[in-house]
């Protein structure tokens, strides 16, 4: 063989190996792309996720159906036919979620709306008063009305109605006694309180108990909770900070975590409003789940539309 031709091989077998690695660099590529795309992809969370309440085992989507505007008027107005459209429409795009309470009157509502759907694939959450009610066992009869009511078994998730109190603990113990009861039973499967107070939150955050805490939430501090222990005490935003504060400890203390007036009890008419809560709670990521009640199927499209695009972008910040 001449020099001409081994120079020629040379170069053949050089640009080869050039072109080779391209290709297997073009290829590794490719693969670390596609495998990243997918890593976003599973690691991003929707409002329809199947998540778990604290560290109950009990699972529920993170998106609820709230049943209790205005105390349930707004729901009850609809009328039974229109408010059935609205909670199979919820469930048919994701939804298992639906809370309720004695106060709303819409047990009954709900056992028409729910028919013919799986019981385990729903979470049905509920609340039973926190004043008026004397002993343990009529607390624990109270709660086999709602099982009647509601057409089932058992209850996923039972609070103590708006607790304001610092000592609500002591306070209701006949009432926790009953619900103690209840579970023991098997009627219900984790309990806790709807807090209406910063000095409720902390105490359900020390209560033993207290497995559950549905706590009011919004970044413009419209309808939420404050210091002074009563329900309807003007709310602010300078608590805000507090609150999530709370929130964060009361997760890590494997205790369940759903915000409430995420719409400020459907006070925010602005859909800017709307997005800037949404947005803000989404970003809290020791919040399991978030109710909001609805009063047509588009306010549920936009509110899983919206919390769909908040958990994007706070995932892809993660």
């Not at 309720?100 to 056992?111: C, D, G, I, M, P």
Request: charge should be positive; include cysteine; hydrophobic fraction near 35%.
């Amino acid at each position: 063989m001449n020099n001409k031709n081994c120079i020629n091989r040379r170069s053949f077998l050089k640009t080869s190996g050039t072109i080779t690695a391209g290709v297997a660099l073009l290829n590794f590529n490719s693969v670390s792309t596609a495998q990243t795309a997918e890593k976003i992809s599973q690691s991003i969370r929707t409002a329809t996720d199947q998540v778990e309440l604290g560290k109950t085992g009990i699972m529920l989507s993170r998106l609820g159906f709230g049943c209790g505007t205005n105390s349930g008027a707004i729901q009850r107005e609809m009328g039974q036919e229109h408010f059935n459209r609205m909670i199979r429409h919820a469930y048919e795009n994701g939804i298992t979620y639906f809370d309720s309470a004695e106060s709303y009157h819409t047990h009954t509502w709900l056992k028409e709306a729910l028919k013919g759907i799986p019981r385990e694939k729903l979470f049905i959450q509920t609340k039973i008063p926190g004043w008026g009610i004397k002993n343990a066992d009529e607390a624990f009869s109270r709660i086999e009305g709602y099982l009647k009511e509601l057409g089932t078994d058992y209850i996923d998730s039972l609070l103590i109605h708006c607790q304001t109190d610092a000592e609500w603990n002591q306070k209701a113990r006949p009432i926790m006694d009953g619900i103690s009861k209840a579970k023991e039973k098997k009627m219900i499967r984790t309990h806790g309180i709807s807090a209406h107070s910063i000095p409720a939150l902390r105490t359900g955050l020390a209560e033993k108990w207290c497995e559950t805490m549905l706590i009011r939430l919004n970044p413009q501090g419209h309808i939420t909770d404050s210091e002074t222990a009563a329900w309807n005490a003007p709310s602010s935003v300078d608590f805000i900070p507090t609150v999530v504060d709370l929130i964060k400890k009361i997760n890590h203390a494997g205790k369940g975590t759903i915000a409430m007036k995420l719409v400020g009890n459907g006070d925010f008419k602005k859909a800017s409003d709307r997005e800037k809560a949404m947005r803000f709670a989404m970003n809290i990521k020791e919040l399991n789940a978030a109710v909001i009640g609805f009063k047509n199927t588009e306010e549920v499209d936009e509110s899983i539309e919206r919390m769909n695009n908040a958990l994007k972008t706070s995932s892809l910040e993660m």
